[in-house]
């Protein structure tokens, strides 16, 4: 089991980033995918959920109109599109598998995101 996130560097602030998760070793289409981040010295945090395959996403408030999570399930890669970037939203991304039916979870290894000037 995989997921390998990309995308991630130095941005300056009301910058806009990419962030991908490819997934490999299970199927895609029973898991909820989500995207974590952790910045130094404080908890880890939900910042986007996205269903297996209808339902509305669920963001942060912190976050909310500025990123956008979307899945492509033919690619098992989920995505996460972030705009008007602050400096408080720098921090390691984590992406994150829910299985819809178990208790199964599997982490990505992060990718650091830094929004500075």
């Known amino acids: 089991v995989q997921l390998v996130e990309s995308g991630g560097g130095l941005v300056q602030p009301g910058g806009s980033l990419r962030l991908s998760c490819a997934a490999s070793?299970?199927?895609?289409?029973?898991?909820?995918m989500s995207w974590y981040r952790q910045a130094p010295g404080k908890e880890r945090e939900l910042v986007a959920t996205?269903?297996?395959?209808?339902?509305?996403?669920r963001y942060a408030d912190s976050v909310k109109g500025r990123f956008t999570i979307s899945r492509d399930n033919t690619k098992n890669t989920v995505y996460l599109q972030m705009n008007s970037l602050k400096p408080e939203d720098t921090a390691v991304y984590y992406c994150?598998?829910?299985?819809?039916?178990?208790?199964?979870?599997?982490w990505g290894q992060g990718t650091q995101v830094t929004v500075s000037s």
């Open positions: 996205i269903p297996i395959v209808d339902g509305s996403p």
């Open positions: 994150h598998a829910r299985n819809f039916w178990t208790t199964y979870e599997y």
């Open positions: 070793g299970f199927t895609f289409t029973s898991y909820v």
